[in-house]
């Protein structure tokens, strides 16, 4: 973990409300493990001042990635950035994703929204090729689908609309395919925390081990102020734990979803 | 600053920076505050702690705490929101986990400590005097985000005077008595802590507050309510610094909202002798290293030898 002051070398539209954002970074991208996250500086803002977290979508070489969603004010500030502008960066940051090993368990992949950015250095370093369940509201929310393909893995896609692959929820394409054959899976999800309580649950009931990816409102990252907390068991019960360090990625069995919010 | 600086120029042997807390001497007057740096060892990696005049350590009660329900936090124009709920391991879980990082440090550790009642103070306060190797306490007696305890202790002059004189009976650690800001006047409870023994105070902890989500009518914090914290504190701070300097003599560390040495001056000028950044950590965690270095430069472009010099040097006339 370092803390950096980064160069943009591009920062465009992808779809819609997607933008990509690649930062050079050499040694932040050189650490960078799958399903690790940035903690950006976006000095735009005056009275907005926390850093806004966001996942390591791509790692190459001198640069970072990260594949954001406008969503308010720090995310409209940093679309307005451009290249050759600065920000200081923190990363990578927390606990990420297991690479599946060679000939273990087949990894299937279920993601929401910009969960697919959070997935992809998990699919790219896994020797294991699998499937990716990939579902959305419209056409639009569907992200970086052919950078999936193009490492060879399948992709399904649903929206909601029904604008672009199947019509219905993601987990509904997740279920029809463990129903076919569940046997040596294993999900990894990002995503609204619906769809992950969904996630654990079929996990659960399939047997399978799931390991997902939570997010919490973050102050520091870097695991100093307790704000990103979730609940997770214990062998004597369960107690709070920070989504920035033990996580973001969790086992789904150890989550406490009674009272996960 | 107002003066050009050339590089190297910081440096000044006959320049004094250091101040002291009761017995405790610290090497500079910049400390990072309690909840906002968490034990120590997870800012390690982004700066040299021995470079920090100390550093205070997050709430801790005898038994572990499990804290409250999320979300924990919320962003305002020019600050924060949290209601943490003091979550910690424990005095135990503490010495088990922490101590032997925190031990390994130049600079001293100040231990924030707090309890539900007068006998717990007391007994939290024993166990870290017996300990060795503290630097200091800090008694939280103005958590707003606990129900009971925390904040009754320090809204009550007769209750906090109890809390005071019982950890001065046990221990003999320097005790910085951190005031709640929740009170019409700081002045009543500055003179009973000090009264009582305290070596110093700690002004300011955060402000009771709350926003609401207007889509869905909701508090945007789980506990409803929480403590207000960052740079839109700072001049209230200020002006609390301003009252209990003129009330007591012992030190004073003043916080809230601080973001560059000019900030942690005005402190020094309104009555502090030292200061602790807290809320600034977290978006920049070089904070009290660069507030460090502002200050020699302030000194030095005033031609000031002495840190101590700035301390209520507030001009009024
Ligand atoms: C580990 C992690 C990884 C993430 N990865 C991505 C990513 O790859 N792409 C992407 O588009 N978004 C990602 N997010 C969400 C992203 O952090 C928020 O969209 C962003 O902080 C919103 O900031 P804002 O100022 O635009 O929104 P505002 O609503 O104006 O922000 C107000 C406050 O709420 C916080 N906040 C708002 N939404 C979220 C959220 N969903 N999660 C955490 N904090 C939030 C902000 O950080 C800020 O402190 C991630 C979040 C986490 C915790
Ligand atoms: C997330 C958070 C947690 C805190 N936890 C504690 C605590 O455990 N004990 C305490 O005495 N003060 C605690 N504080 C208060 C700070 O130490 C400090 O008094 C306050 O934040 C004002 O300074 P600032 O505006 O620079 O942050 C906390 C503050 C924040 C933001
Ligand atoms: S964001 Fe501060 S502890 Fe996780």
Same mark, same amino acid.
């Given at each position: 973990m370092v803390e950096r002051t980064a160069q943009i070398i591009s920062n465009e539209r992808d779809t819609d409300a997607y933008f990509r954002l690649v930062l050079r970074a050499p040694e932040i991208a050189r650490a960078t493990q799958p399903g690790q996250f940035l903690h950006l500086r976006i000095p735009p803002l005056r009275e907005a001042l926390l850093r806004r977290p966001f996942s390591i /979508?791509?790692?190459?070489g001198e640069t970072v990635s990260v594949l954001y969603k406008t969503i308010g004010k720090g995310t409209d500030a940093l679309a307005r950035m451009g290249a050759g502008e600065e920000l200081s960066a923190i990363g990578p940051l927390g606990h990420g994703f297991t690479v599946p090993a060679r000939g273990g368990e087949t990894p299937l992949l279920v993601a929401g929204g910009y969960g697919m950015a959070a997935m992809y250095l998990l699919a790219e370093r896994s020797p294991q090729k699998g499937m990716v /369940?990939?579902?959305?509201?419209?056409?639009?929310?569907?992200l970086c689908e052919a950078e999936f393909r193009k490492l060879g893995w399948e992709v399904r896609a649903t929206t909601e609309d029904g604008s672009y692959g199947e019509k219905g929820m993601v987990t509904q394409s997740l279920l029809a395919e463990l129903k076919r054959d569940s046997g040596k899976r294993k999900l990894?999800?990002?995503?609204?925390?619906?769809?992950?309580?969904?996630?654990?649950?079929?996990?659960?009931?399939?047997k399978v081990p799931a390991e997902i990816s939570m997010d919490e409102h973050m102050c520091c990252g870097v695991g100093v102020c307790l704000t990103c907390v979730i609940p997770v068991k214990t062998a004597s019960g369960w107690e709070y734990q920070r989504t920035c360090t033990e996580g973001p990625v969790f086992d789904s069995r150890e989550v406490m979803w009674e009272v996960a919010r | 600053m107002k003066c050009g600086m050339r590089n190297g120029e910081r440096e000044s042997p006959k320049m004094n920076l250091s101040v002291s807390i009761g017995k405790l001497t610290l090497q500079n007057p910049v400390m990072v505050a309690s909840g906002t740096f968490g034990y120590g060892a997870e800012y390690a990696r982004l700066l040299d702690l021995n470079q920090l005049g100390a550093v205070v350590v997050k709430g801790i009660r005898l038994s572990p705490v499990r804290g409250n329900p999320t979300p924990r936090t919320a962003e305002v124009t020019s600050g924060m929101l949290n209601a943490?709920?003091?979550?910690?391991?424990?005095?135990?879980?503490?010495?088990?986990?922490?101590?032997?990082?925190?031990k390994s440090l130049r600079v001293p550790a100040i231990i924030n400590i707090w309890g539900t009642t007068v006998e717990e103070y007391a007994e939290v306060a024993r166990r870290f005097g017996d300990l060795g190797g503290v630097g200091a306490l800090e008694l939280n007696v103005s958590c707003p985000n606990i129900k009971e305890g925390?904040?009754?202790?320090?809204?009550?002059?007769?209750?906090?005077?109890?809390?005071?004189?019982?950890?001065?009976?046990v221990t003999t650690l320097p005790l910085i008595t951190k005031l709640s800001p929740n009170v019409t006047s700081v002045v009543p409870y500055a003179l009973v802590a000090e009264a009582e023994g305290s070596d110093a105070l700690s002004i300011t902890n955060s402000f009771p507050a709350m926003a609401i989500d207007i889509e869905s009518r909701r508090p945007k914090l789980a506990n409803v309510t929480g403590g207000l914290t960052g740079p839109c504190i700072k001049p209230i701070a200020i002006k609390l610094v301003w009252d209990a300097r003129r009330?007591?003599?012992?030190?004073?560390?003043?916080?809230?909202?601080?973001?560059?040495?000019?900030?942690?001056?005005?402190?020094?000028?309104?009555?502090?002798?030292?200061?602790?950044?807290?809320?600034a950590n977290f978006y920049e965690p070089q904070t009290a290293?660069?507030?460090?270095?502002?200050?020699?430069?302030?000194?030095?472009?005033?031609?000031?030898?002495?840190?101590?010099?700035?301390?209520?040097?507030?001009?009024?006339?």
């Open positions: /979508f791509q790692a190459n /369940f990939v579902g959305g509201r419209r056409r639009v929310d569907i990894f999800a990002c995503g609204p925390t619906a769809m992950l309580k969904a996630v654990a649950k079929i996990a659960d009931e399939f | 943490i709920g003091l979550q910690g391991p424990g005095v135990d879980g503490f010495i088990e986990k922490y101590w032997s990082f925190l925390g904040a009754q202790f320090g809204t009550d002059p007769k209750l906090l005077a109890r809390v005071v004189a019982a950890c001065r009976k009330a007591v003599k012992i030190p004073i560390i003043g916080m809230g909202g601080i973001q560059c040495a000019a900030d942690a001056i005005e402190f020094l000028l309104a009555g502090a002798n030292a200061v602790a950044i807290g809320t290293l660069a507030v460090i270095a502002g200050i020699q430069d302030y000194l030095k472009c005033h031609d000031i030898t002495d840190i101590r010099e700035l301390t209520g040097a507030v001009r009024l006339s």
